[in-house]
């Protein structure tokens, strides 16, 4: 079955620095879906990708949907601790979204 | 966000009870999953409802039960649970199953087996 590999599993960011989550499908992909969950919180969605080699933005956050459709990548700078949780991202196939097991991040002050 | 609501929040149970989770959406979606959320594992899709019909049980045992009795509520019916079943569950809804729909999650169910 489809599987969603996410790298890494944590990430340990000081304060100000960038930092890049990747994951990455064994089969091609309808879009990717990317979600936050807080410490505590459920997942809540923060972006979709669509298009073979589409970029989003939002603020912060850079957003990459790979050429074969098959990975994708957050970018976020200058990490803030308002950042901290896990970042999920989620392939569809059909109607079925496939979660990768996320990226929790932490937050040096 | 109140749109997805879970009760209870916090469920500690025997292997022996029987217990219910409920789910309602506020969102007037059409689609409602059943998520498992353990530690270091990915979410794993138990069940998918699509206008009260169930289009996905994947591969979750029997002890697991879901109802759905209307487009707003969503049951998942516990019994003779194993300690390996404690963990968060998720309820999400969505529009419709169209591709290009995000899903909303209520805050969960922690369930703990003793």
């Known amino acids: 079955g489809q599987q969603v590999m996410q790298i890494p599993q944590y990430q340990h960011v000081q304060e100000g620095e960038d930092f890049t989550t990747y994951c990455n499908s064994s089969?091609?992909?309808?879009?990717i879906q990317w979600y936050k969950q807080r410490p505590g919180g459920h997942p809540v969605f923060l972006i979709q990708?669509?298009?073979?080699?589409e970029v989003k933005k939002q603020k912060r956050l850079t957003f990459q949907f790979g050429e074969a459709k098959k990975n994708s990548s957050l970018h976020i700078t200058a990490t803030q601790t308002t950042d901290v949780g896990t970042y999920f991202c989620?392939?569809?196939?059909?109607?079925?979204?496939?979660f990768g097991a996320g990226t929790t991040v932490t937050v040096r002050a | 966000e109140t749109g997805v609501t879970q009760t209870p929040r916090h469920l500690v149970m025997g292997m022996t009870n029987k217990k219910s989770l409920k789910c309602e959406q506020h969102?007037?979606?059409?689609?409602m999953y059943w998520y498992k959320q353990s530690a270091k594992k990915p979410l794993e899709l138990m069940f998918v409802?699509?206008?009260?019909?169930?289009?996905e049980n994947n591969s979750v045992p029997s002890r697991f039960s879901p109802e759905c009795p209307n487009s707003s509520h969503l049951f998942l019916h516990l019994h003779t649970l194993q300690p390996e079943d404690s963990a968060l569950y998720l309820c999400?809804?969505?529009?419709?199953?169209?591709?290009?729909?995000?899903?909303?999650f209520g805050d969960g169910t922690r369930l703990s087996i003793l």
């Open positions: 999400a809804s969505s529009q419709d199953l169209s591709w290009g729909q995000p899903q909303h």
């Open positions: 409802y699509s206008l009260e019909e169930r289009v």
């Open positions: 089969t091609t992909l309808s879009n």
């Open positions: 990708l669509v298009k073979s080699g």
């Open positions: 969102l007037g979606h059409n689609a």
């Open positions: 989620a392939g569809r196939v059909d109607y079925k979204l496939s």
